[in-house]
C-alpha cells in the first residue's frame, strides 16, 4: 500500500516537471504538426509581468526581469489593472506558411501580438466605462509562419473584476494552438451539434411539457402530470440554456445564467421526485420535504451560491436513488405501471452512473472514456437516455389506454356472444367490407393523386432554389460537382447604417422593406440574366457568367447595378425610410457548387468573390463601386468615374471606379 502511494506522489511530480517546463527566448516551446493537430494549449512558466506598456509587445524587449508566471495560477490577476504575458515558442518545417489559429477564450479583454506586430483585439481594454469585456471573439484568430526563428507572443490582458461572485474561481485565461482547418471545422460541427442536439431537446421537451401540463389542468386528480410537465420544461430550459452559454460572448451575464442553469437543476430534481412519489409511495410527507427543500435552495443560492450548489448536487443525487429505490421496491411489489415508468428513470439512472464512471476513467487517462466522449455515439446515447423516460410515460398512458379499450372489448365480445347471429347480419357485415373496400381504394387514388402533387412542388422547389442545369444534375445524379468558372462578374449589396435603421424602424417593418427591396432585386436579376446566389442579413449576392457562360457577364452585371440604384431612388421618393445602398462589382474566376449534403446551397467560392466583397465595403452611398478587371470589360459601354488606389484590408492598395451611367 504505501509502495502505491509513493510511486503515485513521484508520478504526479514528475507530471508537474514535464508538464510545466520554464519557457524562455533560450527555452522555446517547439510546436510540430503533430503537436497541434487536435490543440496545444500554452502552459507552464511564462514570462508576466503587472503593469502597462507598449514596449512589452516588441520582438526585442529584455524580459529577464520579469517574474516566471504558472499560467494555469489565476491568482496572478489580484488588481484590476492590465498585465503582461510573453510566450516564447517556434514552429518545425511542417508548419512554414500553414495557417494556424489561436483558440482563446478569456473572463476579460486582451490584445495579442506576435512579434511586435497586433494580430488580434478581444474586448476593449481602455479606461473606465470604455472597457468591454469579452469571453471569446466570433472569429478564431489564424497567422502564419515564415521560418523556424523563435517567435513571441505577447499578450496584454485585463482581468474582469472581482466583483463578479461567480467568475472568482474561474479560469481568466485559455489559449490553444490548433490548425486552422482543424479549428474551423470543429467549430462548425460543435456548433451543428449543439443546434441540432440542444433544439431537438428543447422542442420535444418543451411540446411534452405542454401537453401534459393540459392534461393535468383538465384532469386534475393525475397530479403526476403535473410533475411531469415540470420535468419536462426543466430539461427544455437546460437545453435552451446550453445553446445561449454556448453563444455567449459578454462575461458579464454568466451569473444571471448560473441561477437559470440552477434553478433549472433543481427544478428536474423536485419533478423527479414529485412523479415517482406521486405513484409509488404510501405517504405524501417525504414529497412536501423535498419540495420545501428545493425552495429553500433556489432561495439560498442568492446569499451563498458555492455552498448552495454543493447542496444542490446532493439534492440531485438523493433524489435519483430515492427514485430508484421507489420504482424498485414498486416492481418488487408488482404494483401497477412499475415496470413501464420505472424503465425510463432507471435508464436515465444508469447514464447517471455511466457518465460517473467515465468522468473517473476520464481522470485517470484511460483511452476507452475519450473515444466514447469524442464520437457521436455518446450524443446519441445521451439523447436516447434523456427520452427514456418521456418515452416510458407515454408507454403507461398507452398502456392505461389500451388496458381501457381492453376492458371495452371484452364487454363487445360478451354482448356479441349473447347476441343471435343471423345471416342477415353476416350479409350487411360482408356490404360493409366491400364498402370499405372501395373507400380504401379511393383513398389510394388520391392520395397518390396527392403524392404526384407534392413531387411536382418539391421539384419546383428545387428549381427555386438552384440553377436548373444544377437541379437536373442533382436530380439525375443524387449529387452535383463544383465546377470552375473563369470569366464571371460578382455582385455585393448591402444597405447604409441597417443596424440603426433596424433600431429605428423596428424588427417587422424592417423585414417587409428587405422583403420588398430583395424581390425587387430577384427580379431585375432575372431581366439581366444573373444568377442570385443567396441573402446575408442586409447583404444580397449574385454573379452573371455561370452556370451558362455569358461573353457580356460585366456589363449585365453593371447594368443590373444601374437598375438597383434606380430602384432604390425612386422608392426612397414613395417611401421616407427607405434604405440607402452600396453595391461592389468584381470579374474574375470562381468556384461554384452545391455545400454539404442535407439542406442543399449552392455558393461561390474563390478571390473573386472576396474582392467583391472588398469593392461593396469601400463603396458609397448609392454609389456603384467596381474593381479594375471589371473597369477593362466595360470600359467602352460604362462612364466611369478613376476613385484612385484605395488601400483595402487584406489586399493592400486596389485602383477602384465609380460607375456613373451607361454611354
Not at 488588481?79 to 500553414?98: A, G, N, T
Not at 495579442?112 to 472569429?139: A, P
Not at 428545387?462 to 470552375?484: C, F, Q, R
Request: charged fraction near 20%; charge should be neutral.
Amino acid at each position: 500500500m504505501k509502495k502505491n502511494i509513493l510511486f503515485t506522489f513521484l508520478f504526479v511530480i514528475i507530471c508537474q516537471t514535464i508538464c510545466f517546463a520554464q519557457n524562455s527566448r533560450e527555452k522555446p516551446t517547439v510546436f510540430t504538426a503533430e503537436n497541434i493537430l487536435s490543440g496545444a494549449a500554452i502552459k507552464g512558466k511564462n514570462k508576466f509581468f503587472a503593469g502597462d506598456n507598449h514596449n512589452f509587445a516588441l520582438t526585442n524587449f529584455d524580459d529577464s526581469a520579469w517574474k516566471d508566471f504558472d499560467f494555469n495560477n489565476q491568482d496572478a490577476y489580484r488588481k484590476d489593472q492590465p498585465y503582461w504575458i510573453r510566450f516564447y515558442f517556434k514552429v518545425d518545417s511542417s508548419l512554414i506558411h500553414k495557417p494556424v489559429g489561436l483558440e482563446i477564450s478569456q473572463l476579460g479583454a486582451s490584445e495579442f501580438y506576435l512579434n511586435g506586430k497586433k494580430i488580434e483585439s478581444i474586448g476593449k481594454i481602455g479606461d473606465g466605462k470604455s472597457r468591454e469585456y469579452k469571453i471569446k471573439n466570433d472569429v478564431p484568430t489564424f497567422f502564419t509562419l515564415e521560418n523556424t526563428n523563435v517567435n513571441v507572443l505577447a499578450i496584454r490582458f485585463l482581468p474582469i473584476p472581482n466583483r463578479f461572485k461567480f467568475i472568482e474561481k474561474s479560469k481568466l485565461l485559455n489559449i490553444e494552438f490548433e490548425h486552422a482547418d482543424t479549428l474551423v471545422k470543429e467549430k462548425i460541427e460543435v456548433a451543428e451539434e449543439v443546434n441540432f442536439f440542444m433544439m431537438l431537446t428543447c422542442g420535444v421537451f418543451s411540446a411534452l411539457g405542454f401537453i401534459h401540463l393540459l392534461l393535468f389542468l383538465f384532469y386534475r386528480k393525475a397530479l403526476y402530470n403535473l410533475f411531469f410537465a415540470l420535468y419536462n420544461i426543466s430539461i427544455s430550459l437546460l437545453s435552451y440554456l446550453i445553446i445561449l452559454v454556448y453563444e455567449m460572448r459578454n462575461p458579464e451575464i454568466i451569473e444571471r445564467y448560473a441561477f437559470l442553469t440552477f434553478f433549472s437543476g433543481i427544478l428536474f430534481a423536485a419533478s423527479l421526485s414529485g412523479f415517482v412519489n406521486t405513484l409509488f409511495a404510501k405517504t405524501k410527507k417525504r414529497l412536501v420535504v423535498m419540495l420545501i427543500i428545493a425552495a429553500s435552495l433556489i432561495v439560498f443560492f442568492y446569499f451563498s451560491y458555492t455552498p448552495a450548489v454543493i447542496l444542490g448536487l446532493l439534492y440531485i443525487i438523493f433524489t435519483a436513488f430515492e427514485s430508484f429505490y421507489l420504482i424498485i421496491r414498486a416492481m418488487i411489489r408488482k404494483e401497477k405501471a412499475a415496470f413501464i415508468v420505472g424503465g425510463g428513470i432507471l435508464a436515465f439512472f444508469v447514464f447517471v452512473v455511466i457518465t460517473i464512471i467515465l468522468n473517473i476513467l476520464d481522470n485517470l487517462n484511460i483511452s476507452f472514456s475519450r473515444n466514447l466522449e469524442d464520437g457521436d455515439v455518446g450524443a446519441y446515447f445521451f439523447l436516447v437516455i434523456i427520452i427514456s423516460f418521456p418515452v416510458s410515460i407515454s408507454a403507461y398512458l398507452a398502456w392505461q389506454f389500451a388496458s381501457t379499450n381492453l376492458s371495452l372489448v371484452k364487454q363487445l365480445n360478451e354482448v356479441n356472444r349473447l347476441s343471435d347471429v343471423n345471416l342477415k347480419q353476416e350479409q350487411e357485415k360482408q356490404q360493409i367490407l366491400q364498402g370499405q373496400n372501395d373507400l380504401l381504394e379511393k383513398q389510394v387514388d388520391e392520395r397518390t393523386f396527392e403524392l404526384q402533387k407534392e413531387k411536382q412542388k418539391t421539384e419546383n422547389l428545387l428549381l427555386n432554389i438552384l440553377p436548373h442545369e444544377v437541379a437536373e444534375e442533382l436530380k439525375e445524379n443524387g449529387s452535383s460537382e463544383a465546377k470552375y468558372y473563369d470569366e464571371v462578374t460578382v455582385l455585393f449589396t448591402d444597405f447604409v447604417n441597417f443596424t440603426q435603421s433596424s433600431e429605428k424602424m423596428g424588427a417587422e417593418k424592417m423585414l417587409v422593406e428587405l422583403n420588398e427591396c430583395f424581390t425587387a432585386f430577384d427580379m431585375i436579376m432575372e431581366k439581366h440574366g444573373l444568377e442570385k446566389i443567396k441573402t446575408i442579413g442586409d447583404a444580397y449576392l449574385a454573379v452573371c457568367g455561370l452556370p451558362i457562360k455569358n461573353e457580356n457577364h460585366a456589363y449585365q452585371t453593371t447594368l443590373v447595378a444601374l437598375d438597383i440604384i434606380d430602384f432604390i431612388e425612386g422608392r426612397k421618393k414613395t417611401h421616407p425610410e427607405a434604405l440607402d445602398i452600396r453595391i461592389g462589382i468584381n470579374s474574375g474566376s470562381l468556384i461554384a457548387g452545391i455545400v454539404g449534403v442535407k439542406k442543399f446551397a449552392y455558393d461561390i467560392w474563390g478571390d473573386t468573390v472576396n474582392t467583391a466583397a472588398r469593392m461593396e465595403q469601400n463603396s458609397k452611398k448609392g454609389k456603384i463601386n467596381i474593381s479594375e478587371s471589371t473597369y477593362q470589360l466595360v470600359k467602352d459601354k460604362i462612364h466611369c468615374e478613376y476613385r484612385g488606389k484605395i488601400h483595402t484590408k487584406g489586399k493592400g492598395d486596389m485602383d477602384m471606379y465609380f460607375v456613373n451611367s451607361s454611354n
